[in-house]
Protein backbone atom coordinates (compact mmCIF):
# COMPACT_ATOMS: atom_id res chain seq x y z
CA UNK A 1 0.00 0.00 0.00
CA UNK A 2 1.15 3.36 -0.95
CA UNK A 3 1.97 5.83 2.03
CA UNK A 4 2.80 9.33 2.82
CA UNK A 5 5.07 10.74 5.26
CA UNK A 6 5.46 14.69 6.11
CA UNK A 7 8.07 14.64 9.22
CA UNK A 8 7.62 18.13 9.72
CA UNK A 9 4.33 19.09 12.24
CA UNK A 10 4.90 22.69 12.06
CA UNK A 11 7.30 25.07 10.47
CA UNK A 12 8.08 28.94 10.23
CA UNK A 13 9.32 31.55 7.99
CA UNK A 14 9.84 35.29 8.04
CA UNK A 15 7.67 37.12 5.10
CA UNK A 16 9.72 37.75 2.15
CA UNK A 17 11.73 34.52 2.74
CA UNK A 18 12.25 31.37 1.40
CA UNK A 19 10.83 28.10 3.18
CA UNK A 20 10.81 24.15 1.68
CA UNK A 21 7.89 21.61 3.34
CA UNK A 22 9.26 17.99 3.17
CA UNK A 23 7.67 14.64 1.89
CA UNK A 24 8.31 11.24 1.37
CA UNK A 25 6.27 8.90 0.05
CA UNK A 26 6.62 5.03 -0.80
CA UNK A 27 4.95 3.33 -3.74
CA UNK A 28 5.60 0.59 -5.81
CA UNK A 29 4.40 1.68 -8.86
CA UNK A 30 6.50 3.54 -11.36
CA UNK A 31 3.74 6.29 -12.66
CA UNK A 32 1.88 8.44 -10.52
CA UNK A 33 1.23 11.41 -9.23
CA UNK A 34 2.07 13.88 -6.49
CA UNK A 35 0.50 17.14 -5.50
CA UNK A 36 0.50 19.85 -2.54
CA UNK A 37 -2.66 21.29 -0.96
CA UNK A 38 -3.01 23.80 0.78
CA UNK A 39 -5.47 24.51 3.98
CA UNK A 40 -6.26 27.80 5.09
CA UNK A 41 -7.94 27.78 8.35
CA UNK A 42 -11.58 27.59 8.00
CA UNK A 43 -11.54 27.33 4.14
CA UNK A 44 -11.84 24.69 1.79
CA UNK A 45 -8.62 22.83 0.56
CA UNK A 46 -6.95 24.26 -2.97
CA UNK A 47 -4.32 22.97 -4.77
CA UNK A 48 -1.28 24.38 -4.57
CA UNK A 49 1.32 22.03 -7.40
CA UNK A 50 0.97 18.60 -9.36
CA UNK A 51 3.81 16.87 -10.31
CA UNK A 52 3.42 13.68 -12.53
CA UNK A 53 6.09 11.32 -11.94
CA UNK A 54 7.00 10.24 -15.35
CA UNK A 55 8.20 13.88 -15.82
CA UNK A 56 11.95 15.02 -14.69
CA UNK A 57 11.16 18.32 -14.92
CA UNK A 58 10.46 19.97 -11.51
CA UNK A 59 6.65 21.90 -11.58
CA UNK A 60 6.60 25.57 -10.97
CA UNK A 61 3.77 28.06 -10.08
CA UNK A 62 4.57 31.22 -9.39
CA UNK A 63 5.93 31.32 -6.27
CA UNK A 64 5.79 27.64 -5.55
CA UNK A 65 8.25 24.60 -7.09
CA UNK A 66 9.01 21.30 -6.20
CA UNK A 67 11.88 19.06 -5.61
CA UNK A 68 11.05 15.64 -7.10
CA UNK A 69 13.33 13.16 -6.60
CA UNK A 70 12.09 9.72 -7.77
CA UNK A 71 14.75 7.51 -6.87
CA UNK A 72 14.77 8.47 -3.19
CA UNK A 73 10.59 9.21 -3.30
CA UNK A 74 10.86 12.77 -2.37
CA UNK A 75 8.78 15.90 -2.93
CA UNK A 76 9.39 18.98 -1.23
CA UNK A 77 7.42 21.77 -1.69
CA UNK A 78 9.68 25.38 -2.05
CA UNK A 79 7.86 28.84 -1.46
CA UNK A 80 9.62 31.40 -2.43
CA UNK A 81 9.06 35.25 -1.32
CA UNK A 82 6.48 34.23 1.87
CA UNK A 83 3.74 35.76 2.22
CA UNK A 84 0.89 36.08 5.02
CA UNK A 85 -1.66 34.49 3.00
CA UNK A 86 0.52 31.31 2.78
CA UNK A 87 0.33 30.66 6.30
CA UNK A 88 -1.89 27.29 6.21
CA UNK A 89 -1.93 23.72 6.60
CA UNK A 90 0.16 22.11 3.97
CA UNK A 91 -0.85 18.20 2.58
CA UNK A 92 1.43 16.63 0.36
CA UNK A 93 -0.46 13.64 -1.27
CA UNK A 94 -0.46 10.77 -3.78
CA UNK A 95 -2.46 9.38 -6.09
CA UNK A 96 -1.89 6.57 -8.51
CA UNK A 97 -1.32 6.91 -12.28
CA UNK A 98 -5.00 5.26 -13.66
CA UNK A 99 -7.99 6.15 -12.98
CA UNK A 100 -11.22 4.32 -11.37
CA UNK A 101 -10.80 2.95 -7.91
CA UNK A 102 -7.40 4.07 -7.29
CA UNK A 103 -7.98 7.38 -7.79
CA UNK A 104 -7.92 8.47 -4.54
CA UNK A 105 -5.96 10.80 -3.12
CA UNK A 106 -3.74 9.32 -0.53
CA UNK A 107 -2.38 12.37 2.44
CA UNK A 108 0.31 12.95 5.16
CA UNK A 109 -0.31 14.41 8.06
CA UNK A 110 0.46 18.21 7.17
CA UNK A 111 2.66 20.53 8.16
CA UNK A 112 1.44 23.82 9.87
CA UNK A 113 2.86 27.00 8.31
CA UNK A 114 3.28 29.97 9.97
CA UNK A 115 4.42 33.28 7.95
CA UNK A 116 5.86 35.67 10.53
CA UNK A 117 5.71 39.62 9.55
CA UNK B 1 -15.51 30.45 -9.97
CA UNK B 2 -17.41 26.88 -9.28
CA UNK B 3 -16.99 25.42 -6.38
CA UNK B 4 -17.94 22.23 -4.29
CA UNK B 5 -20.66 23.36 -1.93
CA UNK B 6 -21.38 21.77 1.54
CA UNK B 7 -23.51 22.02 4.33
CA UNK B 8 -24.12 22.26 7.30
CA UNK B 9 -20.89 23.54 7.99
CA UNK B 10 -20.55 22.72 11.60
CA UNK B 11 -23.03 20.26 13.37
CA UNK B 12 -22.89 19.26 17.17
CA UNK B 13 -24.71 16.30 18.13
CA UNK B 14 -25.14 13.46 20.65
CA UNK B 15 -23.78 9.93 20.00
CA UNK B 16 -26.50 7.32 19.14
CA UNK B 17 -27.85 10.35 17.08
CA UNK B 18 -27.88 10.45 13.48
CA UNK B 19 -26.62 13.22 11.37
CA UNK B 20 -26.30 13.68 7.44
CA UNK B 21 -24.02 15.68 5.32
CA UNK B 22 -25.06 16.89 2.19
CA UNK B 23 -22.68 17.90 -0.87
CA UNK B 24 -23.43 19.72 -4.27
CA UNK B 25 -20.04 19.22 -6.26
CA UNK B 26 -19.02 21.14 -9.21
CA UNK B 27 -21.43 21.13 -12.27
CA UNK B 28 -20.12 18.45 -14.58
CA UNK B 29 -18.04 16.61 -12.64
CA UNK B 30 -18.76 12.91 -12.79
CA UNK B 31 -16.72 11.85 -9.98
CA UNK B 32 -17.24 13.16 -6.07
CA UNK B 33 -15.64 11.75 -3.45
CA UNK B 34 -16.04 12.32 0.58
CA UNK B 35 -12.71 12.44 2.61
CA UNK B 36 -13.11 12.52 6.80
CA UNK B 37 -10.36 14.27 8.62
CA UNK B 38 -9.26 13.70 12.01
CA UNK B 39 -7.81 16.31 14.21
CA UNK B 40 -3.71 16.22 13.25
CA UNK B 41 -4.43 13.59 10.28
CA UNK B 42 -4.97 14.03 6.31
CA UNK B 43 -8.06 13.45 4.53
CA UNK B 44 -8.97 9.30 4.34
CA UNK B 45 -11.26 8.45 1.38
CA UNK B 46 -14.44 7.30 2.80
CA UNK B 47 -16.27 6.81 -0.71
CA UNK B 48 -16.01 7.18 -4.11
CA UNK B 49 -18.55 7.38 -6.81
CA UNK B 50 -18.47 7.74 -10.27
CA UNK B 51 -22.09 9.40 -11.56
CA UNK B 52 -24.63 7.19 -9.03
CA UNK B 53 -22.13 3.97 -8.37
CA UNK B 54 -19.87 3.62 -6.05
CA UNK B 55 -16.19 2.54 -7.23
CA UNK B 56 -14.69 2.78 -4.07
CA UNK B 57 -16.17 2.10 -0.63
CA UNK B 58 -13.55 0.20 0.93
CA UNK B 59 -12.61 2.49 3.88
CA UNK B 60 -16.41 2.94 5.14
CA UNK B 61 -18.05 1.77 7.96
CA UNK B 62 -20.73 0.22 6.68
CA UNK B 63 -22.20 -0.71 9.78
CA UNK B 64 -23.04 3.08 10.63
CA UNK B 65 -22.37 5.20 7.49
CA UNK B 66 -24.28 5.55 4.70
CA UNK B 67 -23.63 7.07 0.87
CA UNK B 68 -25.82 8.20 -2.16
CA UNK B 69 -25.67 10.15 -4.82
CA UNK B 70 -29.14 9.03 -6.29
CA UNK B 71 -29.20 11.28 -9.78
CA UNK B 72 -25.44 11.74 -9.82
CA UNK B 73 -25.52 14.95 -8.64
CA UNK B 74 -25.66 16.10 -5.39
CA UNK B 75 -24.82 13.55 -2.48
CA UNK B 76 -26.19 12.90 1.09
CA UNK B 77 -23.53 11.21 3.65
CA UNK B 78 -25.27 9.97 6.68
CA UNK B 79 -24.10 8.33 9.84
CA UNK B 80 -26.49 6.09 12.48
CA UNK B 81 -26.26 6.25 15.45
CA UNK B 82 -23.02 9.01 15.72
CA UNK B 83 -19.94 7.88 18.30
CA UNK B 84 -17.24 9.66 19.89
CA UNK B 85 -14.92 8.40 17.59
CA UNK B 86 -16.79 10.13 14.46
CA UNK B 87 -16.11 13.54 15.53
CA UNK B 88 -13.89 14.90 12.23
CA UNK B 89 -14.56 17.09 9.34
CA UNK B 90 -15.91 15.78 6.92
CA UNK B 91 -14.71 16.36 3.20
CA UNK B 92 -16.54 16.71 0.10
CA UNK B 93 -14.59 17.01 -3.40
CA UNK B 94 -15.15 16.73 -7.19
CA UNK B 95 -13.80 15.91 -10.30
CA UNK B 96 -14.44 15.99 -13.65
CA UNK B 97 -13.06 12.18 -14.72
CA UNK B 98 -10.94 10.41 -13.11
CA UNK B 99 -9.69 8.46 -16.40
CA UNK B 100 -7.78 12.06 -17.26
CA UNK B 101 -4.59 11.93 -16.05
CA UNK B 102 -4.24 15.59 -15.76
CA UNK B 103 -8.04 15.11 -12.96
CA UNK B 104 -7.66 17.47 -10.28
CA UNK B 105 -9.85 17.01 -7.18
CA UNK B 106 -11.60 20.12 -5.93
CA UNK B 107 -12.72 20.26 -2.24
CA UNK B 108 -15.38 21.62 -0.14
CA UNK B 109 -15.19 23.95 2.99
CA UNK B 110 -16.30 20.61 4.75
CA UNK B 111 -18.47 20.00 7.76
CA UNK B 112 -17.10 20.04 10.86
CA UNK B 113 -19.03 16.92 13.25
CA UNK B 114 -18.60 16.99 17.09
CA UNK B 115 -20.31 14.06 18.64
CA UNK B 116 -20.83 14.70 22.51
Known amino acids: AQTVTQSQPEMSVQEAETVTLSCTYDTSESDYYLFWYKQPPSRQMILVIR??????QNATENRFSVNFQKAAKSFSLKISDSQLGDAAMYFC??????????????FGTGTLLAVQP | EAEVAQSPRYKITEKSQAVAFWCDPISGHATLYWYRQILGQGPELLVQFQDESVVDDSQLPKDRFSAERLKGVDSTLKIQPAELGDSAMYLC??????????????FGPGTRLTVL
Open chain 1, 93 to 106: AYRGFYGGATNKLI
Open chain 2, 93 to 106: ASSLSPLAGTDTQY
Open chain 1, 51 to 56: QEAYKQ
